[in-house]
């Protein structure tokens, strides 16, 4: 495995040291934040590959901390995992809505949180030399990059492993569970409703009207599908 960094944002030392010993186990570097503002400088200066990161913090929150990131050309990409003691289903949701990769919820098998790292590692640079295109969007995964009418599209690593799931397959009815293990990964314990969550979001960068769906259809009772409109 590549050497990659993952960056464990909470103020809890215990937690900080539970991970970093599975991760470093794992393979991986692991850098360290223990509140906000280190969290911010620490990510201007050096992008890690993977963010865990704790919703309850001193100086910057958690949730100010993942808009800050989706909004910043350079680190939107970012794979990022939150971790809080805030079990709502409805925080869940939005979480996931600002971007938030998975959801995890305290207490959590460490072991658990090393398997979802790893897996979206692997969806963040799976090689795959297709150039996949349907009508006007097209994803180079090589690249890592995805447009429409030429226009970049600011995908999150999860909406950008779902697109690539559907655009593999035009056409074809994804179930929610298919869609899971192919894109999510099976590791993957997320209510479907999260993953709806997810849906929710790529519609509304790749639909020109996200209420009226021309692309990502949903067929009720199955699943979702991807279509040329044209």
């Not at 913090?57 to 970012?78: F, M, N, Q, V, Y």
Request: glycine fraction near 6%; hydrophobic fraction near 40%.
């Amino acid at each position: 495995m590549l050497n990659r960094t993952v960056l464990i944002v909470d103020d809890d030392p215990d937690i900080r040291r539970l991970l970093r010993g599975y991760l470093e186990q794992a393979g991986y570097t692991v850098r360290e934040a223990a509140d906000g503002a280190e969290a911010l400088h620490d990510l201007a200066t050096n992008r890690p590959d993977c963010l865990i990161l704790d919703l309850m913090l001193p100086e910057e929150d958690g949730w100010s901390i993942t808009r800050h990131i989706r909004a910043d050309s350079k680190l939107r990409s970012l794979p990022l995992i939150m971790l809080t003691a805030r079990v709502d289903d409805v925080d869940k949701i939005v979480g996931l809505e600002l971007g938030a990769d998975h959801y995890v919820t305290k207490p959590f098998n460490p072991r658990e949180m090393v398997a979802r790292v790893n897996a979206l590692l692997r969806r963040a640079h799976k090689p795959d030399p297709a150039v996949l295109e349907v009508g006007p969007l097209r994803l180079d995964t090589d690249a890592h990059t995805a447009t429409i009418s030429g226009d970049p599209l600011d995908l999150t690593p999860t909406e950008f492993a779902l697109l690539r799931v559907f655009m593999r397959r035009p056409g074809y009815v994804y179930t929610r569970g298919e869609l899971i293990e192919q894109a999510l990964g099976s590791h993957y314990e997320g209510l479907e409703r999260t993953l709806d969550t997810h849906i929710r979001n790529l519609r509304h960068k790749i639909e020109p009207d996200s209420a009226e769906p021309a692309f990502l259809l949903t067929v009720y009772g199955v699943g979702y599908k991807l279509v040329d409109p044209a």
